[in-house]
């Protein structure tokens, strides 16, 4: 059945580059697109960036200049690399699958920026 | 685009039966879906483009609308309803979600 699964660091100083890895399984990531989808503690969900399945990105202009969104096909992973963090980044990171919509989530990886 | 999600919180009995909004700032056709998320769950899509349905999910939920304003319908709350319901558009890039509905416990 289709799974993702976040894995990463729980806790990230303020000014380091938080580094965060999807694995998914069920699918192919050329055939799907992969996002990732950022929740601040009891606040709205926002959308990061996207893999699409022929290996482009897209990114929100909110994170441009410090994300970076990549993947291995043939590990069946899609990488996340934000630099700069800083507190207002703590928050939940999922990555979720869907062209259109999101149809399956992970179950998200906690993120706290602290010293 | 902004998603506009009213009213922010609803408080409600189960057996009722009611409709979430969302409006957006400008048209996006029907590319727009809703979403329930449980405390501590990831979320779950429950309608898809305005108003198609998902394979799984009770047919007491139901979507409508076009252009700039939707709903969402439940008929008859369930007591594993209660949960915040958000709205998100895949008209144009970023992505964009609403700030979410709280549906709770009257």
């Known amino acids: 059945q289709v799974q993702l699964k976040e894995s990463g660091p729980g806790l990230v100083q303020p000014s380091q580059t938080l580094s965060l890895t999807c694995t998914v399984s069920g699918f192919s990531l050329t055939s799907y697109s992969v996002h990732w989808v950022r929740q601040h503690s009891g606040k709205s969900l926002e959308w990061m960036g996207r893999m699409w399945s022929d290996g482009d990105t897209s990114y929100n202009s909110a994170f441009t200049s410090r994300l970076s969104i990549s993947r291995d096909t043939s590990k069946s992973q899609v990488f996340l690399k934000m630099n700069s963090l800083q507190t207002e980044d703590t928050g939940t990171y999922y990555c979720?699958?869907?062209?259109?919509?999101?149809?399956?989530w992970g179950q998200g990886v906690m993120v706290t920026v602290s010293s | 685009i902004m998603l506009t999600q009213s009213p922010a919180t609803l408080s409600v009995t189960p057996g009722e039966s009611i409709s979430l909004s969302c409006r957006a700032s400008q048209s996006i056709s029907t590319n727009l879906h809703w979403y329930q998320q449980k405390p501590n769950e990831s979320p779950r899509v429950l309608i898809k483009?305005?108003?198609q349905s998902i394979s799984g999910i009770p047919s007491r939920f139901s979507g409508s609308g076009s252009g700039t304003d939707f709903t969402l319908n439940i008929n008859r709350v369930e007591p594993e309803d209660f949960s915040v319901y958000y709205c998100?558009?895949?008209?144009?890039?970023?992505?964009?979600f609403g700030g979410g509905t709280k549906l709770e416990l009257k």
């Open positions: 979720a699958r869907g062209d259109g919509y999101t149809d399956y």
């Open positions: 998100q558009q895949s008209n144009s890039w970023p992505w964009t």
């Open positions: 483009y305005a108003s």
